[in-house]
T-cell receptor
Framework: GIQVEQSPPDLILQEGANSTLRCNFS?????LQWFHQNPWGQLINLFY???GTKQNGRLSATTVATERYSLLYISSSQTTDSGVYFC????????FGKGTRLSVIA | GAGVSQTPSNKVTEKGKYVELRCDPI?????LYWYRQSLGQGPEFLIY????????DSGLPNDRFFAVRPEGSVSTLKIQRTERGDSAVYLC????????????FGPGTRLTVT
């Protein structure tokens, strides 16, 4: 089945800094989603982005399907951005990466 | 509108007992998915329903796990003869259409088998 790898596994940022999270996937996909899992475990949809670029406030994402990767950009990070960010790719079942644990410190 | 809901939010059961976990998808969503998330890991796929039928149950770990969606809306995940290794958060998601469309997740049921 499809493999999904995320990097870095852990990231510590000073409040206000920018960051880029990467997701590599091993095969063609018809769905690529980014999620933020909050401290209570709820998966919050950030982007549905099988290809192209989208922006939502301080967050933006780009998926280059032909090269099998996606990037999530966080600008001007805030402490509320802390949590685990998951990329999930779907060819058949939705396959999640192991996540990037982000800690933003004031 | 209302999102995906799951009940109960927490379930503690003894080894060997039977449990049922419920998922109410977003109204109008034809596809429903069950996942399981262990501590420190990403969610792992269990089963996918399109309408009333299980279109893909390749993620169910063994025959102690079973799920139904008799009317194409609410789904129940059933676990027989629970084992301590079944302890995890069980997540449900739904999407408007089948595979390829955006999935929305419920808050999960935390199952603890003692």
């Amino acid at each position: 089945g499809i493999q999904v790898e995320q990097s870095p596994p852990d990231l510590i940022l000073q409040e206000g800094a920018n960051s880029t999270l990467r997701c590599n996937f091993s095969d063609s996909v018809n769905n690529l989603q980014w999620f933020h899992q909050n401290p209570w475990g709820q998966l919050i949809n950030l982007f549905y982005i099988p290809s192209g670029t989208k922006q939502n406030g301080r967050l933006s994402a780009t998926t280059v399907a032909t090269e099998r990767y996606s990037l999530l950009y966080i600008s001007s990070s805030q402490t509320t951005d802390s949590g685990v960010y998951f990329c999930a790719a779907q060819a058949a079942p939705l396959v999640f990466g192991k996540g990037t644990r982000l800690s933003v410190i004031a | 509108g209302a999102g995906v809901s799951q009940t109960p939010s927490n379930k503690v059961t003894e080894k060997g007992k039977y449990v049922e976990l419920r998922c109410d998808p977003i109204s109008g969503h034809t596809a429903l998915y069950w996942y399981r998330q262990s501590l420190g890991q990403g969610p792992e796929f269990l089963i996918y329903f399109q309408g009333t039928g299980a279109a893909d149950d390749s993620g169910l770990p063994n025959d102690r796990f079973f799920a139904v969606r008799p009317e194409g809306s609410v789904s129940t995940l059933k676990i027989q003869r629970t084992e301590r290794g079944d302890s995890a958060v069980y997540l449900c998601a739904s999407s408007l259409n089948g595979r390829g469309s955006e999935q929305y997740f419920g808050p999960g049921t935390r199952l603890t088998v003692t």
